[in-house]
């Protein structure tokens, strides 16, 4: 069951309950092996990347039940710290183990990780934040050995280049490390506010996440504790554009409207009428083409990059020219030709691309190559002419729960072929 049968000309109307974020829960998980009590956390979304993360730390030996969304992790009689290979080249975020297994165990052998093909994500700058933080690198063929025979210490580290994952890594290492360590130039997503959180609750001292400076002083233990995982901005975003591009309505319930401000901007530049509560987010195109939008893509608090192939495809259909930069990722635009041959007007042109709007999509067989391609080729799938095929639907069950179950309830026709 690897393909999507999508009927097209659906307008996507009602009502979505976002889940948890796929981006702050995977490093949370591995955060878990820094902890000596069992934990719990709630508002975990059901999607591929996570089941692989929990696959993973039962190898390594932690003790997890699995209840409705909630999940009681106990890592403290925890003995392995090599992750198989296996499991490993399957997510991106298996980097992320680490730093907690070398930190813990003083010693760590893990595979270089896997994820999506969407350009150069080297993991240099998790590394050099450990080698400063007093941790030996040994790179090999196809894996990392991490040494640290000393307990290690702080250190004011500046990221040459923001990231989220080396921020996450640097943070987690400089928990249990002797005393301060400064991260500069950090990144300053949600997720990483959420990490911060998670680990302050399990006895950590850090303050400045969500800033580009995090302070980090380190403790001599981590315990257990309750953590609830902030709901998926890029899901809301995702939906959002789902009833922009149909002419719909619709309102997103258990989201957090301040993680979008710059996708909320674009969207009512391109005509919806949004309005937004403690917790919902609302948006209405009907009767309405959307106006063709510029998009940038930066880091956080900046346009995010995985918003940026949902806005091509908006401005695929918008009335009027736009140009999308992409700043982040150098092979993100690779789902564009699958639009072009469903008729977008689409030209690449190095980092960004010239889109000029068409009244109409028609139905093609598409292949997809990544998680938030695979979830825009599906999108354009359901407002298109005709029938269209989605093949490699493997990559959008990687981070969105119940995606095509959510679009039918908005009135979409998507069966498994």
């Keep these: 069951m690897n393909k ?8 996507l109307n009602g009502h979505v309950v976002i889940s948890g974020s796929k981006n ?3 490093p949370i998980l591995f955060m878990t092996i820094l902890a000596t009590e069992e934990i719990e956390i709630h508002n975990i979304p059901q999607v591929t990347d996570i089941k692989i993360a929990i696959k993973l730390l039962k190898y390594l030996g932690a003790k997890i039940k699995n209840k409705n969304k909630i999940l009681y992790i106990d890592t403290s009689s925890m003995n392995i710290y090599n992750p198989p290979y296996h499991l490993t080249k399957k997510i991106r975020a298996s980097i992320w183990m680490l730093s907690p297994l070398v930190t813990r165990f003083g010693k760590a052998k893990i595979f270089f990780p896997g994820g999506c093909d969407i350009g150069c994500r080297p993991i240099d700058l998790h590394l050099k934040g450990l080698v400063s933080l007093g941790v030996k690198i040994i790179k090999k063929d196809n894996y990392i050995i991490a040494l640290a025979d000393r307990p290690l210490q702080g250190k004011h580290i500046y990221i040459e280049k ?3 994952g080396a921020t996450v890594t640097i943070m987690s290492a400089a928990t249990l490390a002797k005393g301060l360590t400064i991260i500069e130039n950090a990144a300053q997503e949600p ?4 990490v911060a959180k998670f680990l302050n609750t399990l006895g950590a001292n850090i303050t400045g996440a969500g800033s580009n400076k995090i302070y980090i002083t380190g403790v001599s233990k981590l315990y257990g504790g309750y953590h609830k995982i902030i709901p998926d901005r890029i899901e809301t975003g995702t939906f959002l554009i789902a009833a922009a591009i149909s002419k719909g309505f619709i309102i997103c319930n258990k989201t957090e409207p301040k993680y979008l401000t710059n996708v909320l901007k674009k969207l009512s530049e391109s005509g919806a009428n949004i309005k937004v509560g403690k917790n919902w987010i609302k948006l209405d195109m009907q009767k309405k083409m959307p106006k063709a939008v510029n998009i ?6 900046g346009f995010p990059t995985d918003m940026q192939p949902q806005f091509t495809l908006l401005n695929s259909i918008a009335q009027g020219k736009s140009i999308i930069v992409e700043n982040i990722f150098e092979n993100r635009f690779v789902y ?3 639009l ?10 190095k980092n960004y691309i010239v889109c000029t709007g068409t009244s109409k999509l028609s139905s093609n067989n598409l292949f997809c190559h990544d998680l938030r391609g695979s979830a825009t080729l599906i999108l354009a799938g359901c407002i298109a002419n005709g029938i269209t095929v989605v093949n490699n639907i493997h990559h959008f069950k990687r981070g969105y729960e119940s995606f095509m179950k959510k679009l039918n309830k908005l009135g979409a026709n998507i069966k498994y072929i």
């Design 4 to 11: 999507l049968y999508i009927e097209g000309n659906k307008k």
């Design 24 to 26: 702050a829960a995977l």
């Design 162 to 164: 923001i990231s989220v």
């Design 191 to 194: 997720e990483i506010v959420d």
């Design 296 to 301: 940038s893509t930066s880091p956080y608090p």
């Design 336 to 338: 564009t030709n699958e």
């Design 340 to 349: 072009i041959r469903m008729g977008a007007k689409i030209k690449i042109k």
